[in-house]
Antibody, heavy 119, light 108 residues
């Protein structure tokens, strides 16, 4: 079974750093692009960017360029989303997703990681 | 950035009735359009891609149509499990791919 399992909810203070994870199983890990998406509570979905799991080639959405960073550890089949200095406005649910059925069609999603940033 | 506009914002439908959801792109996205369903506390689920192709395991009551800038998702006979928020998303132009703001389908 193809699965993406995300790390658990986080509560952080403004200015703190954070790294959340997305572990893949059941597919050829290095052959896919993985997307990161944000959903602010009660709001819609936004693409943050993409990372190719084979060589860590990254494509950031302009709104998120410089605000976050993506990385991969192929040895443990895990992708990461990282902040160096969180803001209250980073409070959101974060999803990872991959396109198994067709290119650019993201049909397998993680369950999401809720990040709360509050002083 | 391509802006995706969905209408209506909320659709009140009785079980068994037909629901028609619309999605408009600010410029052509060809047929590179997907529809997702999201229920509270869950990740989105892919329903339709390439504007009209049902994803694996999606019931035949869900159908998509359109190309260019105008798209429609039709649910032929609403079941109780279909009450949710539906998003369209274009994947024709990166960066970035963009979602509509969603249509909430609620019980009438």
């Amino acid at each position: 079974e193809v699965q993406l399992v995300q790390s658990g909810a986080e509560v952080k203070k403004p200015g703190e750093s954070l790294k959340i994870s997305c572990k893949g199983s059941g597919f050829s890990f290095s052959s896919y692009w993985l997307g990161w998406l944000r959903q602010v509570p009660g709001k819609g979905l936004e693409w943050m960017g993409l990372i190719f799991l084979g060589d860590s080639d990254t494509r950031y959405s302009p709104s998120f360029q410089g605000q976050v960073s993506f990385s991969v550890d192929k040895s443990i089949r895990t992708a990461y989303l990282q902040w160096s200095s969180l803001k209250a406005s980073d409070t959101a649910m974060y999803f990872c997703a991959i396109p198994i059925t067709a290119p650019d069609v993201f049909d397998i999603w993680g369950h999401g990681t809720m990040v709360t940033v509050s002083s | 950035e391509i802006v995706m506009t969905q209408s209506p914002a909320t659709l009140s439908v009785s079980p068994g009735e037909r629901a028609t959801l619309s999605c408009r792109a600010s410029q052509s996205v060809s047929s590179n359009l997907a529809w997702y369903q999201q229920k509270p506390g869950q990740a989105p689920r892919l329903l339709i891609y390439r504007a009209s192709t049902r994803a694996t395991g999606i019931p035949a009551r869900f159908s998509g149509s359109g190309s260019g800038t105008e798209f429609t998702l039709t649910i032929s006979s609403l079941q109780s499990e279909d009450f949710a928020i539906y998003y369209c998303q274009q994947y024709n132009n990166w960066p970035p791919w963009t979602f509509g703001q969603g249509t909430k389908v609620e019980i009438k």
